[in-house]
């Protein structure tokens, strides 16, 4: 069967701070992967998605960068973190872009 | 672009009452899916439905797919307490797109 993993839990950074968070995801090739962002309590904001290794389509221009340097491991990263990049981080998968998305756990990320 | 309106945005409910939410899209879709997030948790999936027409369920959970492809809706009878949550639908074509999500309170 599938798992997604998603790491760390919880995260705390100062501002100005780098940023990278990590998602695998196993039992499965060439899936497309997501990453979402969640203010609390509110709707889920895309960010990026990927079709495929090295593919890489950002919905939202802003300091977060994506990468996917394998098959089933999608990066977000930030040279600089602001205050308003608080928020929860989710990562999903999906057999392909007009299907159901499978979730991680998420990151919390807290800027302090 | 495609675009979702779901409401409502948020319900409080008492234990054992019934809940209907809905989506509608400014355009046809041929995917409609819900989703419940759970407080500190990914989404997960509840109904997928791919058909015009088409009515689903899940349990306690109904959800049907629009007849003018243009709207969605899920209800849930006798709501209990861990039925709080929010509850997202999904919605397209080649690319699918969430709605805000319905935030879910059950009194006891």
């Known amino acids: 069967s599938q798992t997604i993993h998603q790491w760390p839990a919880t995260l705390v950074q100062p501002v100005g701070s780098p940023l990278s968070l990590e998602c695998t995801v196993e039992?499965?090739?060439?899936?497309?992967l997501y990453w979402y962002r969640q203010a609390a309590g509110r709707g889920l904001q895309l960010l990026f998605y990927s079709v495929g290794i090295g593919q890489i389509s950002s919905e939202v221009p802003q300091n977060l960068s994506a990468s996917r340097p394998q098959d089933r491991q999608f990066i977000l990263s930030s040279k600089k973190l602001l205050l308003s990049d608080s928020g929860f981080y989710l990562c999903a998968w999906s057999v392909s872009l007009n299907q159901p998305q499978h979730f991680g756990d998420g990151t919390r990320l807290s800027i302090l | 672009g495609q675009q979702l309106n779901q409401s409502p945005q948020s319900m409080f409910i008492q234990e054992g009452e019934d809940v209907s939410m809905n989506c509608t899209s400014s355009?046809?879709?041929?995917?409609w899916l819900w989703y419940k997030q759970d407080p500190g948790e990914g989404p997960v999936l509840l109904i997928a439905?791919?058909?015009?027409?088409e009515l689903t369920s899940n349990g306690r959970l109904t959800a049907q797919f629009g007849i003018t492809r243009k709207d969605s809706f899920l209800n849930i009878s006798a709501s209990i307490p861990s039925d709080v949550g929010i509850y997202f639908c999904q919605g397209g074509s080649e690319k699918l797109v969430f709605g805000k999500g319905t935030k879910l309170t059950v009194n006891p």
């Open positions: 355009s046809i879709f041929n995917t």
């Open positions: 439905l791919y058909k015009a027409g």
């Open positions: 039992g499965t090739s060439n899936p497309n």
